[in-house]
């Protein structure tokens, strides 16, 4: 079984900064693209957008949304993906959702989320 797990979300102003963390454990043999996707209040699960992706190599892709302000990364050898977040703007707001792709070996490979952390901008 392998978890997910947000931590980093809060309530800041407008042009503040936030950094949220995801680790991920249990039976892994490593992960592939690890990424955050964002639920908009009053959206539903299948409009999640993406915010930013990773490869284990360490190629990105962001959204154009947050191109600039928005910078991911992850450490390989902790199974934890990271998102800095400069000059936040209030449609930012969303519960900010971590994905991993995760290769269990012999098993496959799975996709995984985590349970969401609640990132709210607003004056």
């Known amino acids: 079984q392998v978890r997910l797990v947000e931590s980093g979300g809060g309530l800041v102003q407008p042009g503040e900064s936030l950094r949220l963390s995801c680790a991920a454990s249990g039976s892994i043999v490593s992960i592939n693209t690890m990424g955050w996707y964002r639920q908009a209040p009053g959206k539903e699960r299948l409009e999640r957008e993406l915010?930013?992706?990773?490869?284990?190599?360490?190629?990105?892709n962001y959204a154009d949304s947050v191109k600039d302000r928005f910078t991911i990364s992850r450490d390989n050898g902790k199974n934890t993906v990271y998102l800095q977040m400069n000059s936040l703007k209030p449609e930012d707001t969303a519960v900010y959702f971590c994905?991993?792709?995760?290769?269990?070996?012999?098993?496959?490979?799975?996709?995984?989320w985590g349970q969401g952390t609640q990132v709210t901008v607003s004056s």
């Open positions: 915010v930013a992706t990773v490869t284990r190599g360490g190629g990105t």
């Open positions: 994905n991993a792709d995760v290769f269990l070996g012999w098993r496959g490979s799975y996709d995984y």
